[in-house]
């Protein structure tokens, strides 16, 4: 399963992808984040793996996430294991304008193990584009008001 989910932002690029970039801002928009913590190489760089914990109501999960590419605006992608499912996520950034930027995220799920998570990603193939999409969503949301703040 492969898909793309895009946002406009009314900012500069250059903001935008500051605030992407600043791994402190992960709670803000990423629903059920917790925490980070920082495993192997330089934080927040191409080969960096990190455990991002999430909790969801009493669930909770943890993702080993691996930095494969870091190379902003253009591109920052990276591999995110799970013990039910491996999936990468491309974030690219572009300038629509000098106060307009389009995030666009494409997600490719890898890896399913186990019975029940293939038979729910082959029954419900719309949940993964619908919750990423609401993380794009909230990431504008977060961005444009933090862009507002600072311009006061």
């Known amino acids: 399963m ?3 989910c ?22 803000h928009w990423q629903e059920g984040f917790v925490s980070l913590e920082h495993i192997s190489g330089q934080p927040g760089q ?3 793996i990190s ?9 909770s999960m ?4 691996t930095i494969t590419v870091k190379n902003l605006p253009e591109e920052m992608s990276a591999l995110y294991e799970h013990s039910h499912m491996s999936n990468r996520m491309t974030n690219r950034f572009s300038a629509l304008g000098p106060q ?9 799920l890898t890896k399913v193990n186990g019975f029940v ?4 990603s082959w029954l419900m193939p719309g949940v993964a584009k619908k919750h990423t999409q609401r993380w794009l969503d909230r990431f504008k949301q ?3 008001s933090h862009g507002v703040a600072d311009k006061t």
């Open 142 to 144: 977060f961005a444009e």
């Open 51 to 59: 455990k991002l914990h999430y909790r969801n109501g009493k669930r």
């Open 100 to 108: 307009q930027t389009r995030y666009t995220a494409e997600f490719e």
């Open 46 to 48: 191409t080969g960096a």
């Open 2 to 4: 492969k898909f793309l």
């Open 6 to 27: 895009t946002v406009d932002i009314a900012l500069p690029i250059d903001t935008v992808v500051q605030l992407f970039d600043n791994r402190d801002n992960m709670q």
């Open 62 to 65: 943890e993702l080993l996430e």
């Open 117 to 120: 998570p293939r038979l729910m």
